[in-house]
C-alpha cells in the first residue's frame, strides 16, 4: 500500500531534517512494525500522534515521535516561520 504525500507529513519530514535527524521514506512491511522501537503518524487533524500499541506489544510515545511533535508545535505556533 501507499500512503498520501500530505501537507503535514511533508511539514514534519522537513522540520526532522532542518533539526538533523535523518529521515528515510521506505516502504514498511508487517514484520518492521512488529520490530519498531516507536511508531507515529501525521494528519491534518492530529498532526503528530503516537502509536501506543501494535497488536499485542504496547510502544511508548518514543523520542522521535516527541520530538517531530514538539517542532511541528513550535513551528505552528510561530507563525509558521
Do not use: M
Not at 500530505?6 to 518492521?32: K, M, S, Y
Amino acid at each position: 500500500g501507499t500512503f498520501l504525500n500530505g501537507i503535514t507529513r511533508q511539514r514534519v519530514i522537513g522540520l526532522l531534517r532542518a533539526a538533523g535527524v535523518t529521515v528515510h521514506e521506505v516502504t514498511l512491511t508487517v514484520a518492521d512494525f512488529h520490530e519498531a522501537d516507536e511508531i507515529f503518524s501525521t494528519g491534518n487533524i492530529s498532526k503528530v500522534v503516537p502509536c501506543i500499541a501494535f497488536e499485542e506489544r504496547k510502544l511508548a510515545f518514543g523520542p522521535i515521535a516527541q520530538r517531530a511533535r514538539a517542532l511541528y508545535w513550535d513551528w505552528a505556533h510561530s507563525g509558521g516561520r
